[in-house]
């Protein structure tokens, strides 16, 4: 699986950003799918998940409904809208496929696509 981030930008503080993440290959709607961040200077940390069927989601606390986090199986694409943006929200965003329960460990990794949040 390939996965290909795209929605990155520059915003303020209150704004929104919607973050896609297609992937190829036929097995898309197999995988659980989760989003991750790397702020400059910190540890990746994990967002957002949500089950292959797309029923069952999570989220980090930190994000927990600001964020949203949606699949298309379709057009194996996952999604993540960001709300109410702050600036601490400002980061590299990486997709993952397969990502295991414990919200760490995943078999695909995407490239990133920065994010930053201006006060």
């Known amino acids: 699986v390939q996965l290909q981030a795209s929605g990155g930008g520059l915003v303020q503080a209150g704004d929104s950003l919607r973050l896609s993440c297609a992937a190829s290959?036929?097995?898309?709607?197999?995988?659980?799918m989760g989003w991750f961040r790397q702020a400059p200077g910190k540890e990746r940390e994990f967002v957002a998940y949500?089950?292959?069927?797309?029923?069952?989601?999570y989220y980090a606390d930190s994000v927990k409904g600001r964020f949203t986090i949606s699949r298309d199986n379709a057009k194996n694409t996952v999604y993540l809208q960001m709300n109410s943006l702050k600036p601490e929200d400002t980061a590299v965003y990486y997709c993952a496929a397969g990502l295991r329960s414990d919200y760490v460990r995943s078999d695909y990794w995407g490239q990133g696509t920065l994010g930053t949040v201006s006060s």
């Open positions: 290959g036929r097995t898309f709607s197999s995988y659980a």
């Open positions: 949500i089950s292959w069927s797309g029923g069952s989601t």
